[in-house]
């Protein structure tokens, strides 16, 4: 699976991830969140930005792009939805158990990208290192 967005689509997602955190506290600490109303539509916005930031990441090619990046990305894809998986059947356990339904149902989605993204730059950066000592052997 090869990169879909350009290189620069990188540092735009972390940036754009970065926004989502701090703009949501600082509509807070200036009053423009004055109802619940508000509330959930700023809360929803972030989820959003969240996403497609996270989209931006994980899908922008590599300054370095080959077969080997694409490869990595489909192993990234295998580990999250594994970790997804039994990720969802605990919170299902839990949410059986207390018998509560909405807990299981909390922002999953976000949680499968979060995990594309580490285990992504993870596999990218432990590459670069063994290059790196490769090469000087």
């Known amino acids: 699976m090869k990169g879909v967005f350009p290189v620069f689509f990188r540092i735009l997602g972390y ?3 970065l ?3 701090f703009v949501p506290m600082l509509m807070y600490m200036f009053g423009m969140i004055r ?3 508000s509330f959930i539509i700023v809360k929803l916005g972030a989820k959003a930005v969240i996403w497609i930031s996270l989209f931006f990441i994980f899908l922008a ?4 792009e080959d077969s080997v990046t694409s490869s990595l990305r489909v192993k990234t894809m295998k580990f999250s939805l594994i970790v997804l998986g039994i990720y969802y059947l605990i919170m299902l356990s839990i949410s059986a ?3 509560d339904y909405s ?3 909390n922002s999953i989605g ?3 990208m979060v995990m594309n993204v580490i285990g992504f730059e993870f596999l990218q950066q432990k590459r670069k290192i063994e290059t790196r000592f ?3 052997d």
């Open 15 to 17: 940036a754009m991830l």
């Open 134 to 136: 490769k090469r000087k």
């Open 97 to 99: 158990i207390e018998l």
């Open 110 to 112: 976000i949680f499968y």
């Open 61 to 64: 090619k590599t300054n370095d």
């Open 35 to 37: 109802s619940d109303e």
């Open 103 to 105: 807990r299981a149902d």
């Open 19 to 21: 926004l989502s955190v």
